[in-house]
């Protein structure tokens, strides 16, 4: 392989915030950033899944700090980048990865729902813009990544919430490329397709671990028949396009959202 092409996602000697990373999409962006150089310093809401994911992070060969982080509250948000800032002198990568979801028809949406998944969703992703972006204009780099979904693309009943809220970090991420652009930070996202993680899962595993076999492989074939290849996605190919965004293999990339959902949402 040419030297040039690895050295484009070579990750060493950077730093880099995920939130969300106590399980799923975010989990498996730490470990792969590490896996390619990076030393991680990672947030969520649940303080357990934090150190499992350290322990993976670990095993690729890499550093990490867990920092429990409810990115509902801008404070925690900016203790988590300033952590990362003054443990390790710099932040180069910041990925807003997590979320929740609350499936209810608007009619029956409670205010008290409503907020929830605003405050993490949206609020949540712009502390983190904001904290991020405010060490990368000083250092005159940077790359932030955020997470949609596919959900901003295609109405589905009982998912008002979550999908307004993935428009609007959408918008977000275009306007804050535009505003940090001209100091060498590049902002983008991703929007996933249905993905196997937890938030998924919910709908086939309870929460004492139980798993309703049959429930899960029709959930998979119905999301596998809506996309021509014939198949969901997973954590790995959420992250892969992470690691693009946040490595030199996309320098001249910013302002954009990259949809890896098996080409559902060109779909009629």
């Known amino acids: 392989m040419d030297a040039s092409i690895s050295k484009a996602f070579d990750l060493s000697g950077r730093v880099a915030v995920v939130t969300g990373a106590g399980g799923g999409i975010g989990r498996e962006a730490a470990a792969l950033f590490a896996a390619a150089g990076a030393r991680v310093v990672i947030g969520d809401v649940k303080a357990d899944g934090l150190f499992d994911t350290v322990r993976l992070v670990e095993a690729v060969g890499g550093r990490a700090i867990a920092v429990p982080t409810?990115?509902?509250?801008?404070?925690?948000?900016?203790?988590?980048?300033?952590?990362?800032?003054?443990?390790?002198?710099?932040?180069?990568?910041?990925?807003?990865?997590?979320?929740?979801?609350?499936?209810?028809?608007?009619?029956?949406?409670?205010?008290?729902?409503?907020?929830?998944?605003?405050a993490v969703n949206l609020k949540g992703v712009y502390f983190g813009c904001a904290a991020a972006a405010r060490v990368m204009i000083a250092q005159q780099r940077g790359s932030i990544i955020n997470v949609a979904s596919t959900g901003m693309d295609m109405p589905v009943p009982s998912l008002s919430c979550y999908a307004l809220t993935k428009a609007a970090v959408a918008m977000l991420t275009r306007t804050l490329?535009?505003?940090?652009?001209?100091?060498?930070?590049?902002?983008?996202g991703i929007a996933p397709g249905f993905t196997d993680t937890p938030m998924t899962q919910r709908t086939w595993k309870s929460t004492d671990g139980f798993v309703d076999e049959q429930a899960r492989d029709d959930m998979w074939k119905l999301r596998s028949a809506q996309s021509p290849l014939n198949r969901i996605g997973n954590a790995r190919d959420q992250a892969m396009q992470m690691l693009y965004l946040a490595s030199d293999a996309s320098a001249f990339v910013t302002g954009q959202i990259l949809r890896a959902n098996g080409g559902v949402s060109m779909m009629p």
């Open 177 to 188: 490329a535009t505003e940090v652009g001209p100091h060498g930070v590049r902002v983008n």
């Open 70 to 118: 409810d990115v509902s509250k801008r404070s925690e948000v900016e203790a988590l980048v300033q952590t990362a800032a003054q443990e390790f002198g710099s932040v180069d990568i910041m990925a807003n990865v997590a979320g929740i979801i609350r499936n209810n028809l608007v009619v029956d949406t409670s205010e008290d729902e409503l907020d929830a998944v605003i």
